[in-house]
């Protein structure tokens, strides 16, 4: 069991920071005035669904505790608990997002409930119902029957239509601080016995982003021999040094070319994750603006601007990290626009106009855009100098013969690192956190992962690990496949974190 679904919330007094919210849902629960509708809308991870069980759980309840949590003891309870929960429907709302799917639910929520007072219908990801299937619900929130009570949860509360969200109440939850989260890591690390440093906690809950359930998952995939330390979880999460942020903050600040240069050549030789690298870059940024901020002098104000400017800057960069599929040159490029000042013009063809040296800049976007089309590449957001792509074809120019329609990338049938990982995603998770630090090399119907760390390469080769590779590989590009794994300390090139 994943230490998400071990520590999930069962009552209000353990979700964690969203007061006001359980305050009110426990408070409603206890004084027996629970609405028919409900709409929980928050960014992932911050515990919609979770209460919205609490909730469902709560006005089935046969005893009530006065705090308005479930008492986990009655029949009703504890049928939830085990999952026999006639009258609780969890729906999918991306999956499940047709009209009919609705008028199906619908038709059934007219029956009475099995067991329970209440029919409790959860749809999640409400916002991916199509129109017609926001009418359909629509009908029943207009008129609903006494017996059902709608929960639904949104990430994205501006996609639900304006008459579904008046005849709802809405809850909004806000991300979860830092501090709660790294509280909550530590309680769990502690019931679980594993020692924790607390500086990678803090680092996994910076980097968790306010969604506690990330924070878990981080948790858990960083869990070496029951430790969890600092270095480890800086490598998988690719951040950079502190000190070498610092540095880079100061070169730009400075304006300082040649020590820019220096730390080009520095990240170049580093594997960095262009995403995070961004993300800290921005953070320190915003470290020393709240410096001089709370410093009130006058005379900081054109320090303040500066860094707006630079902040800016990275800001418009950012947008790309997602789309790009060589993080190193967007990297290279905006720190060098940084030192020199350089903000984004209205549209990229003044660019090229203003100046012949940039013919490259002018070209990469196209490139890059028929990569985005084919959807063949969708991120690459490492800094490594070679995009999985260069391997696939370095290797195979010398040696090995790529299978027909490899190579051709606007075919669905082409391979796909990131398609692979993602199926098996699906089925093995931790593989995948392997699997993504390592090159491949493929021969034929072989596939050969190459790993710089032994940890991850013990694990992969486990037979019954190469047997899920396999399966995924034939599902996707049929044939039968042969899955080698090697060690080879020297590099590791293609660590696709953000995509996974
Ligand atoms: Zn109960």
Redesign the pocket.
């Known amino acids: 069991m994943s230490l998400y679904t071990k520590y999930r919330p069962r009552d209000w007094n353990s979700v964690i920071g969203q007061d006001s919210v359980s305050t009110i849902l426990r408070t409603s629960l206890s004084q027996n005035r629970v609405g028919h509708a409900y709409i929980l809308t928050g960014s992932r991870g911050t515990g919609k669904t979770t209460s919205a069980r609490i909730l469902a ?1 709560g006005v089935n ?4 505790q006065d705090n308005g949590n ?5 029949t ?2 504890i049928a939830f608990d085990e999952g026999n929960m006639l009258d609780c429907i969890e729906i999918d709302g991306a999956s499940n997002n047709g009209v009919d799917n609705v008028r199906d639910l619908i038709e059934k929520a007219r029956f009475e409930p099995n067991q329970w007072k209440y029919k409790i219908y959860i749809i999640d990801e409400v916002h991916m119902l199509s129109t017609g299937a926001f009418n359909a619900l629509l009908k029943i929130l207009e008129e609903p029957p006494d017996h059902v009570k709608f929960i639904l949860a949104t990430t994205e509360i501006d996609k639900i239509p304006e008459t579904i969200r008046s005849r709802s109440l809405r809850f909004d939850f806000k991300k979860i601080t830092e501090k709660d989260i790294i509280k909550r890591l530590e309680f769990v690390c502690r019931e679980e016995n594993i020692i924790a440093e607390k500086e990678a906690l803090e680092i996994i809950a910076r980097a968790a982003r306010g969604a506690l359930r990330d924070a878990l998952t981080l948790t858990e995939q960083n869990i070496v021999n029951g430790e969890i330390n600092t270095a480890y979880v800086k490598s998988t999460l690719s951040l950079v040094e502190k000190s070498l942020i610092d540095h880079i903050i100061a070169t730009i600040v400075s304006m300082d070319r040649d020590g820019m240069i220096n730390i080009l050549e520095k990240l170049r030789t580093e594997h960095t994750e262009i995403r995070s690298l961004f993300d800290q870059i921005l953070s320190g940024l915003r470290d020393q603006m709240m410096q001089i901020f709370q410093s009130k002098n006058t005379t900081d104000t054109l320090e303040f601007v500066t860094y707006s400017e630079i902040f800016a800057i990275f800001e418009s960069a950012y947008s790309y990290t997602k789309t790009i599929p060589d993080g190193g040159l967007l990297i290279e490029i905006t720190l060098m626009r940084a030192v020199m000042r350089w903000e984004k013009k209205q549209n990229d063809e003044t660019i090229s106009k203003n100046d012949e040296k940039n013919t490259k800049i002018k070209e990469i976007p196209t490139e890059w855009k028929k990569k985005i089309e084919s959807e063949e590449i969708k991120t690459f957001d490492t800094f490594s100098t070679k995009s999985i792509e260069n391997t696939v074809s370095v290797k195979n120019t010398e040696t090995e013969t790529i299978p027909t329609g490899w190579q051709d990338k606007t075919s669905t049938n082409t391979f796909s690192y990131i398609r692979l990982l993602e199926e098996i995603k699906k089925i093995k998770n931790t593989l995948v956190l392997d699997l993504k630090t390592a090159r491949f090399e493929i021969n034929n119907n072989t596939l050969t992962f190459i790993f710089s760390k032994e940890w991850h390469y013990n694990r992969a080769n486990d037979p019954s690990m190469k047997t899920i590779i396999a399966e995924q590989l034939e599902k996707l590009y049929s044939g039968s496949w042969k899955i080698e794994c090697r060690l080879d300390g020297t590099n590791n090139l293609n660590i696709l974190d953000e995509v996974f």
Do not use: G, T, V
Not at 61 to 64: A, I
């Open positions: 759980k309840c046969l005893d009530l479930p008492c986990h003891k009655c009703h309870c």
